[in-house]
């Protein structure tokens, strides 16, 4: 029978040998990272896609031609490249997407030779999976293509991209806790002698290993693994526990959000917390009596907010509002000239937060910086939706008249 001193026991221990990696890995100079300084370290396209293809690239800066790429083929066991005629692209338009007919879209890593053999990468960090993605790609260049789905630990993608598909079948799970730390392992014996190289190669390990919430130093990591064989149960029973505190200071978190707010608007505005943040596309938004229907500010998870990436900003799919009315009508807000995008369901989106890593997540549990967090993030929401107001009513003015 596993007893609480157990349990405080394994978690006094781990947090021990945790505070002992991050004062090795200060001594070591581990902290300084360039990918973490320039606040680049889920950027899916921006940086992972980018190192992985320029590697992977025979034309690529590296000047070392083929030997990265041969590295990596070695490693996931395919053979079916040319490697003499091989190429690299980053974002590679394979046509219209069309999700019922299952084709189309853009691949973010692709391989391909002479002969049109291709390799199509998915890379995976944070962002959710799209409508029938995986299907779409693997109905692409039948049968001389390859669908490889690369994600941090090689989950799964979800029912909706991969319908019936099977992986090792149809497609293959890649991940970068192994696969992808394993080719740049055997990249690093080919670059000793080029030192920018090899330099660029360590930061990159280190800053997927902190992604991947791996140690950095194999001491350290085989004293965790004894620690868990001794207390496995005690582990498992942990384990099974992290997930639900996590999503419960979610809620808190959002539900703290909603009350600041509150103070700032309140006659006339509605305010609400998503109570499952276990679905997707949930969070909190904001309404006012005067906003056109189905139009308002939110603050959402992409997927889920306790693990992932969340935008926030003016969401109005094109089915439900006039966006040209829309955009005329919030062309004056200032706010919304501040590096806001937008998409068929977000006339302007903007990411506000990011718990994808145990890091950025672990400010749910310190008061102090939650409570900055909370204040930040409310202050944000607020002022946008104020500044919308009037522009927003005016809209659904505009729209009656129509």
């Not at 919304?336 to 400010?363: A, C, D, Q």
Request: hydrophobic content about 35%.
């Amino acid at each position: 029978m596993v007893t609480i001193a157990t349990y405080s026991k394994l978690i006094k221990d781990s947090a021990r040998i945790l505070k002992h990696q991050k004062e090795i890995s200060f001594l070591k100079g581990e902290n300084f990272n360039i990918f973490s300084i320039l606040k680049m370290e889920t950027k899916e396209n921006s940086t992972h896609s980018a190192f992985l293809g320029e590697f992977l690239n025979p034309e690529g800066s590296h000047g070392l031609g083929t030997v990265f790429l041969k590295l990596f083929l070695e490693t996931i066991h395919l053979d079916h490249i040319h490697l003499d005629s091989a190429r690299v692209k980053l974002e590679h338009y394979i046509g219209k997407r069309n999700d019922e007919a299952k084709e189309g879209g853009r691949m973010d890593i692709f391989i391909y030779d002479k002969d049109y053999n291709t390799v199509c990468i998915e890379n995976k960090i944070d962002a959710p999976d799209q409508n029938v993605q995986i299907e779409r790609y693997c109905n692409f260049n039948i049968p001389r293509n390859k669908v490889y789905y690369l994600t941090k630990e090689g989950e799964e993608p979800s029912e909706p991209s991969k319908g019936k598909l099977k992986s090792g079948i149809h497609f293959h799970n890649l991940s970068y806790s192994e696969d992808i730390i394993q080719w740049l392992t055997l990249c690093l014996k080919e670059v000793s002698t080029y030192p920018i190289l090899r330099e660029s190669i360590n930061q990159y390990i280190i800053l997927i290993k902190k992604l991947t919430n791996q140690l950095t130093d194999s001491k350290m990591e085989n004293e965790i693994q004894n620690l868990i064989i001794a207390n496995y149960m005690a582990t498992k029973t942990l384990e099974s526990n992290v997930r639900k505190v996590e999503l419960e200071y979610a809620k808190k978190f959002l539900e703290e959000i909603k009350f600041e707010i509150g103070k700032e608007l309140k006659d006339d505005w509605i305010i609400e917390a998503y109570h499952d943040l276990d679905e997707p596309w949930t969070g909190l938004y904001i309404n006012h009596k005067q906003w056109p229907d189905k139009v308002y500010v939110k603050l959402e998870g992409q997927s889920k907010v306790p693990w992932n990436d969340s935008i926030y900003g003016i969401i109005g799919s094109n089915d439900v509002c006039d966006r040209e009315i829309l955009n005329k009508e919030l062309s004056g807000v200032e706010i919304l000239n501040e590096g806001f995008k937008n998409n068929k369901v977000w006339p302007f989106h903007k990411t506000l937060l990011n718990f994808g890593n145990i890091e950025s997540r672990s400010v749910l549990f310190n008061e102090m910086e939650r409570r900055e967090l909370v204040i930040q993030i409310s202050q944000k929401l607020a002022a946008l939706s104020k500044a919308c107001e009037t522009p927003l009513g005016q809209v659904k003015e505009a729209e009656a008249l129509i």
